[in-house]
């Protein structure tokens, strides 16, 4: 399965948009205190916090701060996934650097502000083609200039520095059927053809193209010839006035 990415710009109200940045304010928050909890975990017995783990530990943030029951629970568990995945990503640098490879390691950071929010399996849907239900912000207006393809995985909200909104699908779509070659084709009917007195080409500047027999092609210089008429032509106007 090929994944394709489907963007379109959404054109969220006044309340929409404070509904938005409230959540995108949420999800960094979490991000930064699940990076800490699993910091000091680590420093404190040497181990790394699994997902369940991670999850476990966003259901007692929420207890103790009911301000997160503003941002959807699959926006919270997506920044979960993302923990981790900077965590591999690190320890695969790691190794990669312990080979020999050229690689900056990145130690996972605090993050200042997130550039997305993702839903990674529910909490969206389109209600129509001009509106789109996004979970604890309502019905968005949508330009859907072009229909999406395939299965919808996840939907990625954007927030970009021009204060423009966008909401990115990520779809699954099959494989396109791979087209076999002029020479397979031939091959598969039996007609295999032998190519003898192979001759290698190289094409230049000076000279339009060289072969490796030896056989040299001048460069065909028209618009220089037209030029130098052109410029003939001029002078001779010139003398007459």
């Known amino acids: 399965m090929a994944k394709r990415m489907f963007e379109y710009r959404i054109y969220p109200s006044i309340k929409q948009v404070n509904r938005l940045k409230k959540q995108f304010f949420l999800a960094k928050k979490l991000y930064n205190l699940l990076l800490l909890i699993t910091q000091d975990?680590?420093?404190?017995?040497?181990?790394?916090?699994?997902?369940?783990?991670r999850?476990?530990?966003?259901?007692?943030?929420?207890?103790?701060?009911?301000?997160?029951?503003d941002c959807h629970s699959q926006v919270l568990q997506n920044i979960s996934n993302r923990i981790g995945k900077a965590y591999s990503n690190f320890f695969r640098r790691l190794r990669e650097r312990k080979?020999?490879?050229?690689?900056?390691?990145?130690?996972?950071?605090?993050?200042?502000?997130?550039?997305?929010?993702?839903?990674?399996?529910?909490?969206?849907?389109?209600?129509s083609d001009r509106l789109l239900y996004i979970g604890k912000v309502g019905n968005v207006p949508i330009k859907k200039h072009r229909p999406t393809i395939g299965k919808v995985k996840?939907?990625?909200v954007k927030w970009t520095r021009s204060d423009k909104w966008f909401v990115v699908f990520c779809c699954e779509t099959p494989d396109p059927p791979e087209v076999p070659t002029l020479l397979e084709q031939t091959e598969s009917q039996g007609q295999r053809r032998e190519f003898k007195n192979e001759v290698g080409i190289d094409l230049g500047l000076e000279k339009f193209l060289a072969t490796s027999d030896n056989m040299i092609v001048e460069n065909p210089r028209f618009l220089k010839k037209e030029g130098k008429?052109?410029?003939?032509?001029?002078r001779r106007l010139s003398r007459k006035t």
């Open 41 to 53: 975990q680590y420093r404190a017995n040497g181990e790394h916090m699994s997902t369940y783990d």
């Open 55 to 69: 999850n476990k530990a966003i259901t007692r943030i929420k207890e103790l701060d009911p301000e997160f029951d």
């Open 99 to 127: 080979k020999g490879k050229k690689v900056k390691v990145g130690f996972p950071r605090f993050k200042k502000y997130l550039k997305t929010v993702t839903y990674p399996q529910s909490g969206f849907k389109f209600v």
């Open 154 to 156: 996840t939907m990625s």
């Open 229 to 234: 008429q052109l410029k003939k032509l001029q």
